[in-house]
C-alpha cells in the first residue's frame, strides 16, 4: 500500500493529493494506483516462473478496461465468466488463446461466443454443461477444448459466502464422480479434453487448504492421465488472500513453490487466475463526507458513498481501513462510518477511532481495488462511481461517472 502514503497531512495516491483528484473528478470515486498494479503484476509474474505457466486474470475482481488493457498488454490471459467479460476481455486486448471460462450457468449463447472466440478451454461444471457445449460446438463446426472443474471437498477457512470447493457449494463436479465425467466427455465428438481445473475459494490466507485441495487433485490428474487423457492444463484458480486488516496471507512465491513441489512429475502447463491480489490493495474508494451526525447513543459520519458502491462490509461484514483524507488535529472520535442507502446495512466501518472530519472533507476506503465497482449497482438510484488512474504525478479518468440519463437510458414509459 506504500504507493497510497501521507505526506505531511495529507493522503497522496504515488505525487497526487487524493483530495485534488477528488476535488476534480468528485466523489464517489474509485482511484488506483498503476505502480501498485504492476508491483504485483511483477511479484506474481516473476514467480509465476517458477513453473511453466500461463497467467489468466480473474477479470471479475475488477473489470475496467484501462487496468484489463495493461494486464493483457503484460502478456497475461483472462479467467472470465459471463459472455459480457469476453466482451471487455477482447475489447482491452485479450489474446482469446489465453482465455479460460469458468462458471456453473454458462447459456449456449454465451458458449457460442467463446467458441466463436475460440478460447483457450471451458472450464465446465457439469456433465450437462458439456453436453450443451458438444452440441454448440457441433453446429458451428467446431471442436471445443475442455477441462472440468472438480470440487475437492476442501474447506478454505474463509467467509462462506466465498467458499467455492465444498461439498455443499454449487461450484465443480463431485471428485467422486469426476473419472466417470472425464470418461463421458471423452465420447463425444466435439469435444477435446485438454484440462483439469479446481478453485476453492477466494481471500485465502493460509497455505494448507491450498495444498491439501492440489494433492486430491494430484491423484486425480494422474489417474485421468493414465487413462489416455492429454491433460495440457492444470487450472489451480485463484483465491490468494490479501491484507486488509492484519491478515498474513502467503506471499506468491511460497504458494507457487509449493505447488512447484506437489507436482512433481507434471509434464502439462499450469494455470493460475488471481484476481484479488492482483487489484485488491491497488485501490481506494474515495467519498466525501456530507455530515457528522451524533444521535445521543452513537457518532455516525455519513458519506455521499454507500452500499452501492462498495457493498463488500454489507455482504461478507468484510473489513476496510478508513482514513481522512486530511488528518487533522483534535480529540479522536469513535464512529460509524456510513452511506447515504436506506439500508442497515449501507456501512463501511463500525465503532472505528479516527482524526475528526469535518463536513466536505474527504475519506478513504483501503483495498477496495478487487471486488469494489465490479460488484457496485444503481440501488437507491444512485449512479455508480467514477474511476481513475494515477500514474506518478499524473491522472486519468478511466470510468466516466455514470449521469441521472444513464440510469434510465433503457427504460421505456408505457401506457397499456
Ligand atoms: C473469483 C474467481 C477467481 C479469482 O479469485 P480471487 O480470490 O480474486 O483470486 C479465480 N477463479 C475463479 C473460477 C473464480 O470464480
Known amino acids: 500500500m506504500n504507493d497510497f502514503i501521507f505526506k505531511e497531512n495529507e493522503l497522496y495516491c504515488e505525487d497526487v493529493p487524493v483530495r485534488k483528484i477528488a476535488s476534480e473528478v468528485g466523489t464517489p470515486l ?112 467446431k471442436k471445443a477444448r475442455i477441462s472440468f472443474r472438480v470440487n475437492p471437498d476442501v474447506d478454505p477457512k474463509t467467509h462462506p459466502y466465498i467458499s467455492t470447493g465444498l461439498k455443499k457449494n454449487k461450484f465443480g463436479i463431485n471428485i467422486k464422480q469426476a473419472v466417470q465425467a472425464y470418461e463421458t466427455a471423452a465420447k463425444l465428438p466435439n469435444i477435446d479434453i485438454v484440462g483439469l481445473d479446481c478453485h476453492i475459494g477466494s481471500q485465502l490466507t493460509e497455505i494448507s487448504p491450498f495444498n491439501d485441495a492440489l494433492k486430491i487433485i494430484k491423484e486425480l490428474l494422474f489417474k485421468i492421465i493414465a487413462k ?107 464512529v460509524d462510518i456510513v452511506g447515504p442507502i436506506c439500508e442497515s446495512a449501507d456501512f463501511f466501518g463500525k465503532d472505528r477511532v479516527l482524526n475528526p472530519v469535518e463536513e466536505g472533507d474527504f475519506i478513504a476506503v483501503f483495498s477496495a481495488g478487487a471486488y469494489g465497482f465490479s460488484m457496485s449497482s444503481n440501488y437507491n438510484s444512485r449512479p455508480r462511481a467514477a474511476e481513475a488512474l494515477v500514474d506518478k504525478d499524473k491522472f486519468y479518468i478511466i470510468r466516466k461517472r455514470e449521469t441521472y440519463e444513464d440510469l434510465i437510458d433503457k427504460e421505456i414509459i408505457v401506457n397499456p
Open 228 to 334: 489416455g487423457m492429454d491433460i495440457k492444463y492444470l487450472d489451480l484458480g485463484g483465491g490468494l488472500g490479501i491484507t486488509y486488516e492484519n491478515e498474513m496471507p502467503p506471499h506468491p512465491s511460497t504458494y507457487i513453490n509449493s505447488v512447484k513441489k506437489i507436482l512433481e512429475g507434471y509434464k502439462g502447463q499450469v494455470i493460475f487466475e488471481p484476481g484479488r491480489l492482483i487489484v485488491g490493495n491497488s485501490g481506494i474508494l474515495v467519498a466525501k463526507v456530507v455530515y457528522n451526525k451524533n444521535t445521543g447513543s452513537k457518532n455516525f459520519i455519513i458519506t455521499d458513498g454507500g452500499m452501492n458502491d462498495l457493498i463488500r462490509p454489507a455482504l461478507y461484514e468484510a473489513y476496510h481501513e478508513i482514513v481522512p483524507v486530511l488528518k487533522r488535529e483534535g480529540p479522536r472520535l469513535k
Open 30 to 141: 474509485y482511484l488506483y494506483s498503476l505502480a501498485t498494479l504492476k508491483r504485483h503484476f511483477n511479484v506474481f509474474d516473476e514467480s509465476s516462473k517458477a513453473l511453466n505457466s500461463i497467467v489468466c486474470y480473474s477479470v471479475k475482481a475488477n473489470s475496467n478496461i484501462s487496468l484489463l488493457h495493461f494486464l493483457f498488454k503484460m502478456g497475461w490471459g483472462a479467467d472470465i465468466v459471463s459472455g459480457g467479460e469476453l466482451f471487455r476481455a477482447i475489447k482491452a486486448g485479450v489474446d482469446t488463446r489465453k482465455v479460460v471460462y469458468s462458471g456453473v450457468g454458462k447459456t449456449e449463447s454465451e458458449i457460442e461466443f467463446a467458441l466463436e472466440a475460440d478460447i483457450l478451454m471451458f472450464n465446465a461444471e457439469s456433465l450437462s454443461e458439456v453436453f450443451l457445449i458438444d452440441r454448440t460446438a457441433g453446429r458451428l463446426n
